[in-house]
């Protein structure tokens, strides 16, 4: 598969639970973004990685956890989410300093 | 940090008529902006992006400009379409891999 791909790309959790998205990049990419996107803030930045390394954490709750394991991967770890977190989760990538291309989102529901 | 902001938040047109979206950024060392046009349920999609080092930049019947004096960007659509209907989002970088986006523009193409 081509591009970036997310997993899952819905997903309804408790507040009590603990999930995980999953974002592949096909593009040989450095670089990978976590976004949040909702009626309030149309597109947050949430977490850089650039070369496997965190440089970005945007003052993002601790009940989000990214990971990057490498260049390719990168995971978003949630736990004890609140009903506001309900939201489209983004991923994107990008070469250095070059467009950013977007994955199709995760619709996470915090019930 | 920077910040961008967008205008119009709606705009409708009659197809065939041209749409212009403005936004601005405040941080003078920013120096990439790209547009991305988001379809109902769809991903953001990069349609055009431009450097601080040109002032102008056309792809078929989309423009950017830059005034980097005056830290604003436009994004111009000429003979506007139907498909063309969509979120746009404006976004500002600098060095530090951080994209910040305005608040979109949801653009309606008349038939």
């Known amino acids: 598969e081509t591009g970036v791909t997310q997993t899952p790309r819905h997903l309804v959790m408790g507040m009590t639970n603990k999930k995980s998205l999953k974002c592949e990049q096909h593009?040989?990419?450095?670089?990978m973004y976590w976004y949040k996107q909702s009626a309030k803030k149309p597109l947050e930045l949430m977490f850089v990685?650039?070369?496997?390394?965190?440089?970005e954490n945007n003052s993002v709750p601790s009940r989000f956890s990214p990971e990057c394991p490498n260049s390719s991967h990168l995971f978003l770890h949630l736990h004890t989410l609140q009903p506001e977190d309900s939201a489209l989760y983004l991923c994107?990538?990008?070469?250095?300093?070059?467009?950013?291309?977007f994955g199709p989102g995760t619709r996470l529901t915090v019930t | 940090g920077e910040n961008v902001e967008q205008h119009p938040s709606t705009l409708s047109v009659q197809e065939g008529d041209s749409a212009v979206i403005k936004c601005t950024y405040s941080?003078?060392?920013?120096?990439?902006f790209p547009w991305y046009k988001q379809e109902l349920g769809k991903r953001p999609q990069l349609i055009i992006d431009?450097?601080?080092?040109?002032g102008e930049k056309k792809d078929q019947r989309i423009a950017v400009t830059l005034n980097k004096t005056a830290k604003h960007f436009s994004l111009h659509i000429t003979e506007t379409q139907p498909e063309d209907s969509a979120v746009y989002f404006c976004?500002?970088?600098?060095?530090?891999?951080?994209?910040?986006f305005g608040s979109g523009t949801r653009l309606l193409v008349r038939p």
């Open positions: 994107a990538s990008s070469q250095d300093l070059g467009a950013q291309y």
């Open positions: 593009l040989g990419h450095n670089a």
């Open positions: 990685y650039n070369f496997k390394e965190q440089t």
């Open positions: 941080d003078s060392a920013s120096n990439y």
């Open positions: 431009i450097r601080s080092n040109v």
């Open positions: 976004a500002a970088a600098d060095s530090s891999y951080k994209l910040i």
